[in-house]
């Protein structure tokens, strides 16, 4: 509801621009709109319960500017502004330039003002509500002045808000590897999707593997035990810790060689349970002669279930 007695014409002005921008933004048609123009007379308006006011914030109000709404929802830290806004059918648009007036060059660190050149990089981020976001990033390129240093130009960093070369946010990274942590590959896609995020099913699974991997203490118990990388034709080791119940390592063969090199760079390793494959037998002897070795479950309820057969 718009608070319409006792409008300046300046108010009013800026009252048909923000109705306008809203109508068309309802009927999907691309809407730009320089925000210096769209604040440009009284740039002061709250949402407060859908109720937009157009009057001037007092002094200590909690109401905020339309530039502090939406600088506010960018990445945090990030030296941005924003200098037009447009909504398509794809989502919203925030085109946003650096503000700082001079970048580090990234060979001698020393800080420089000359500009080069500038150019935009897309951003993907998160999403407003669930209205994808997209931000067309306009980076600038400056010349370094250090007489020795071994780059003419360079390009400014931006590490609040993405990595170089990086398409989309690090927040929005940071999503993606917490659903596909949580969902998987397909499923975490599709619950992105539904939330206005991108990241295909592909692209979570990069971000998870990614990850490093957590500290773990090393392992004392292991297990060895045949892997097939391509069942039937090639095979390698799996070496188990069995007190985590988790792989720690795939060895490239079963030989005895590759075994006893693994246990000569794992001193701490004390028992060992394996088949009773002579290759096994052969590397553990060599590469932890102190370690126990021992006949695994699996391999001693089979041996028991065909000797019991057998008689
Ligand atoms: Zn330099």
């Known amino acids: 509801m718009l608070q319409s007695e006792k409008l ?18 309802t009927f999907r048609k691309v809407v730009r709109v320089p925000l210096s123009q769209l604040v440009s007379c009284h740039d002061v308006f709250s949402i407060d319960a859908l109720v937009l006011t157009l009057e001037p914030a007092p002094a200590g109000s909690a109401r905020m500017t339309c530039t502090a709404l939406c600088t506010a929802l960018l990445p945090p830290q990030a030296p941005l502004s924003i200098e037009t806004m447009a909504m398509t059918e794809r989502g919203m648009t925030l085109d946003v330039a650096v503000t700082t007036s001079q970048a580090h060059c990234p060979t001698c660190t020393q800080p420089s003002t000359p500009m080069h050149s500038n150019y935009r990089r897309t951003l ?35 590490p609040q808000v993405a990595p170089c070369s990086a398409r989309a946010t ?72 069995l007190d985590r119940h988790c792989p720690v390592d795939l ?56 000797a019991v057969e057998a008689e």
Not at 8 to 25: D, K, P, Q, S, Y
Not at 127 to 152: D, G, M, N, S, Y
Not at 194 to 215: C, D, F, H, I, Y
Request: glycine fraction near 6%; include cysteine.
């Open 251 to 306: 060895l490239e063969d079963r030989t005895a060689e590759t075994v006893a090199a693994w246990l000569q760079a794992h001193p701490e390793v004390t028992v060992v349970a394996r088949d009773r494959a002579e290759a096994y037998a052969s590397g553990v002897t060599q590469g932890a002669p102190d370690a126990v070795q021992v006949a695994d479950r699996w391999h001693l309820v089979q041996h028991l279930r065909e």
């Open 170 to 241: 690090t927040r929005l990274s940071t999503m993606q590897t917490a659903t596909g942590l949580a969902l998987g590959g397909a499923a975490g896609a599709r619950h992105l999707a539904r939330q206005g995020m991108p990241g295909s099913r592909n692209t979570l699974l990069r971000r998870v593997r990614r990850l490093p991997a957590p500290e773990a203490p090393p392992p004392r118990a292991i297990g060895l035990d045949d892997w097939a990388k391509r069942k039937g034709h090639t095979s390698g080791t799996i070496v188990v810790d």
């Open 124 to 158: 993907a981020d998160l999403p407003w509500a669930t209205t994808p976001v997209q931000l067309p990033l306009r980076v600038r390129r400056f010349w370094c002045e250090t007489p020795h240093c071994a780059r003419q130009t360079f390009t400014e960093r931006v």
């Open 8 to 25: 300046t014409w300046e108010e009013c002005n800026f009252a048909r621009i923000v109705a306008g921008f809203w109508l068309l933004a």
